[in-house]
């Protein structure tokens, strides 16, 4: 039990192109989904927590216009990176949270913005 | 918020040694903390959580004690195996009972066959 998914596992685009990330929980309703972006040897940075139903609430410096969150369902969640850039380049990772305090992660989508 | 500090940063054990890895946490009225274990390209893996109102928990090699008073849980596997080599994550939430997690950096744990 307890899984997410993420759609794609990993995605190049163009510079200025804009990409959507799919975040799914498989088998249970997810009261909360969390977006984390991670950098090579580094710990998990927090993006945003989002809530079926309300607006997204974004982490201090993370641009709401650059990265819209869509939770339309208790089931899904989506990340879309707006005009993408190099330096947007990086692992995504969504987590979804039952009623209690446990996340569970999703696979990760690597973005690569040429 | 919290502030969560992970050591070591990395450790390199045999096959068949005990693993320990220690985190500390700055709320105390922080309640819950989870394990991750993220492997190379994949995302975080839950293998153990506790709460603030047990000391220790145990599922097979993997064991977690908390200690509230000076405020520091640790990370024990047992018997270590080759896969366990991974990097291990530990967390607290963000403020006292937050739905944020904050993590710790991070331990790059390698098991030598």
């Known amino acids: 039990g307890a899984v997410v998914s993420q759609h794609p596992s990993r995605v190049i685009c163009k510079s200025g192109t804009s990409v959507k990330i799919e975040c799914r929980s498989l088998?249970?309703?997810?009261?909360?989904m969390f977006w984390y972006r991670q950098f090579p040897k580094q710990s998990l940075m927090l993006m945003a927590t989002?809530?079926?139903?309300?607006?997204?609430?974004?982490e201090q410096g993370v641009e709401k216009d650059k990265f819209l969150i869509n939770h339309a369902s208790l089931t899904l969640s989506t990340l879309t990176v707006t005009s993408a850039h190099p330096e947007d380049s990086s692992f995504y990772i969504c987590?979804?949270?039952?009623?209690?305090?446990?996340?569970?992660f999703g696979p990760g989508t690597r973005l690569l913005v040429l | 918020g919290e502030n969560v500090e992970q050591h070591p940063s990395t450790l390199s054990v045999q096959e068949g040694d005990s693993a320990v890895i220690k985190c500390t946490y700055s709320?105390?009225?922080?309640?819950?903390f989870p394990w991750y274990k993220q492997e190379l390209g994949k995302g975080p893996q839950l293998i153990i959580d506790?709460?603030?109102?047990?000391g220790e928990k145990k599922d097979q090699r993997i064991a977690v004690t908390l200690n509230k008073t000076a405020k520091h849980f640790s990370l024990h596997i047992t018997e270590t195996q080759p896969e366990d080599s991974a990097v291990y994550f530990c967390?607290?939430?963000?403020?006292?009972?937050?739905?944020?997690?904050?993590f710790g950096k991070g331990t790059k744990l390698t098991v030598n066959p």
């Open positions: 987590s979804a949270r039952t009623g209690a305090e446990t996340q569970y």
């Open positions: 088998d249970f309703q997810a009261t909360t």
């Open positions: 967390a607290a939430p963000y403020q006292g009972g937050s739905e944020k997690l904050v």
């Open positions: 709320d105390s009225a922080s309640n819950y």
């Open positions: 989002s809530n079926e139903g309300s607006k997204a609430t974004y």
């Open positions: 506790i709460r603030s109102n047990v």
